[in-house]
């Protein structure tokens, strides 16, 4: 099969619709620091935010090993009796999995996660390129 000689040209077939690119907020909210001022700004945006994402992440990783806990027990079942207790046990697990709270949380905790490495990062750019 050889590909549309369009494609090999360089053009773009029609009716194709390009992906959009997702740039996260902090990205551009936050780009390198130019001051003391910029510095002092990021580092106390960091600092509170740090602490929020502390709390998140001791809840998500609390629900992770719930999670993990309920699906080694899915392997060790025996008896029919323990395979119904553990199918009752999944039920409260796929709804608490899928629940919008904790999904929420755990996405909240991503972002928190990866906006503070971006600050964590623009600060010692500054400190490194200022000392």
Partial sequence: MTPDPEILQGHIPAGHI?????????????????SAEDRDRYKAVFT??????????????VMAKKFEEMDRMMLMV????????????LMEYQMKKADPTYLEKRDRC??????????????QEYDQAAG
């Fill in 78 to 89: 025996v008896s029919l009796q323990e395979q119904e207790r553990i199918n009752k046990i």
């Fill in 18 to 34: 390009p992906k959009p690119v997702v740039i996260a907020d902090y990205i551009v909210k936050y780009p390198s620091i130019h």
């Fill in 110 to 123: 991503e972002y928190l996660k990866n906006k503070l490495s971006h600050i964590k990062q623009k600060i």
């Fill in 48 to 61: 509170d935010q740090y602490a929020e994402y502390r709390d998140i992440h001791k809840e998500v990783e």
